[in-house]
């Protein structure tokens, strides 16, 4: 072949292929099916008839797929329950069958996150929406039997009824979530990892017991180059700088209003560890988008005798850390 | 000569022709919202500039827009309803500058209003982690189950 034509050729080949071009998105490979790929169609229809069932109650906590129906055997004028997920979850809530009277004063109110005495959960500043859109209102919303779903791993539902037997079903779903920020933890025992990939957003996570915090792995900037010199000492400030990680303690569920216990901005290899005596212990990475960040923990309850003392005579109210 | 110029041809098509912007799989219905359509858009045009002639009446019609783009549901929809507020509220600046300031005062406060918690529950962490480890064990009994009945269905 001549040269004139093979480059010709090249060139058209180069051509074609200009229109493949890279394209990334988070290809989930976890088949939900697992292990039912192995049954049959009619075997995997009987399994998939069982859904789980079970009356709402006035306070209450989810933490499983199924149907949640409330029936009103008197007024219930200050109901809640509260939905968790796992922490690569998010949650997905529909209303069906619902029989309330709204302008008797009757609502269903799902909000984004969890809210405790006042205080919400993922904070202000660390949610990516504004605080009335967090709040969907079944009585206000023009669809009927809309879909909701969470930003995070936790959801909760408010509803008021006056009447007997009004009621309402609710249908809780689990959906992956590959990048999971601000989540709540289930239990007071266990570890996680929590990746950002160049995303500007500061996430939480935080577990509602008093707990040993042991940072196992802190990689803050490109996974290649881990050579950063530290340039702060453990334990002293570090908000100069764009990305790191706290730990907080404090006794509400809002991250905002918590004490600051440790700030780590140099990655580590070795082990840190902490225990904070506080109702909730909270790992915070901040990250300013120009990095992949990664933070790897552990967590154990403190018994009783292991909490740390508190001070004496002490003024704070803040819980003792150690 | 003419399978150069048939190649050269196919380059230019295979280079201009629309291929698809986005190479992720794609989402799932709910998530789509439904686009404005157009003639609405321009019926809301028309309704503010016929209202711009009337005194009063063009300023009160102002804050109820206003309110209804904040409590609408579609993005998209509140989206197209705030750019034809933006060409109403550039033609009131012009007008009437004062009586502007007074509704965007107006729409801040309602605003504030609706951030306020309605809501909350006075629960004290004790009470709440007792009914995490109840929920927690319903759910590893449902695991256990749902296991069982996986079993069975192999076993057949």
Known sequence: ?322 | MKLNVLMWLAALLAVFLPHPADCRPDDAPASRRPLLPRPLLLHLGEEFSLRLGGGVGSSSAAPALLSSSTTSSSSSSSSAVNRALLQLTQRLLQARAEQQEEEEGEEEEKGKRSDEPPISLDLTFHLLREVLEMARAEQIAQQADSNRRMMDAFGK
């Open chain 1, 1 to 322: 072949m001549s040269v004139a034509l093979r480059t010709q050729l090249f060139l058209f080949l180069i051509s074609l292929s200009s229109r493949m071009g890279l394209s990334r998105y988070i290809e989930d490979n976890e088949a939900s099916d697992g292990l039912y790929s192995l049954l049959t169609l009619d075997q995997k229809r009987e399994s998939e008839d069982f859904i789980f069932r079970r009356p709402l109650r006035c306070l209450d906590m989810l933490a499983t797929d199924g149907y949640f129906t409330f029936v009103a055997s008197q007024p219930q004028l200050a109901c809640a329950a509260f939905i968790i997920a796992e922490p690569s979850e998010v949650i997905s809530l529909e209303l069906s069958d619902v029989n309330i009277d709204c302008s008797a004063g009757d609502f269903i109110k799902v909000f984004d996150g969890w809210v405790l005495k006042g205080e919400k959960f993922p904070s202000r500043q660390d949610h990516q929406l504004p605080l009335h859109q967090r709040y969907t209102d079944y009585c206000s919303s023009t669809a009927p039997g809309a879909t909701s779903r969470s930003s995070q791993n936790v959801a909760m539902i408010f509803f008021r009824i006056h009447s007997p037997d009004s009621g309402f079903t609710l249908a809780v779903k689990k959906l992956h979530n590959p990048f999971p920020c601000n989540i709540m933890s289930q239990s007071p025992e266990g570890s996680f990892t929590m990746v950002m990939p160049h995303q500007r957003r500061n996430c939480s996570f935080s577990i509602i017991y008093p707990v040993e915090i042991r940072l196992t792995e802190l990689s803050l900037g490109q996974a290649k180059s881990n050579e950063l010199s530290p340039q702060r000492q453990v334990w002293s400030g570090c908000s100069g700088s764009g990305d790191y990680v706290e730990l907080l303690g404090g006794n509400g569920v809002d991250t905002s209003k918590m004490f600051p216990v440790a700030d780590l901005c140099f990655s580590l290899s070795g082990l840190a560890q902490m225990k904070i005596g506080c109702d909730n212990s909270v790992v915070r990475l901040v990250s300013s988008g120009n990095y992949i960040n990664r933070v790897s923990f552990q967590y154990r309850l403190l018994e009783h005798h292991e909490l740390p003392k508190t001070r004496e005579n002490s003024l704070d109210n803040f819980c003792a850390v150690e």
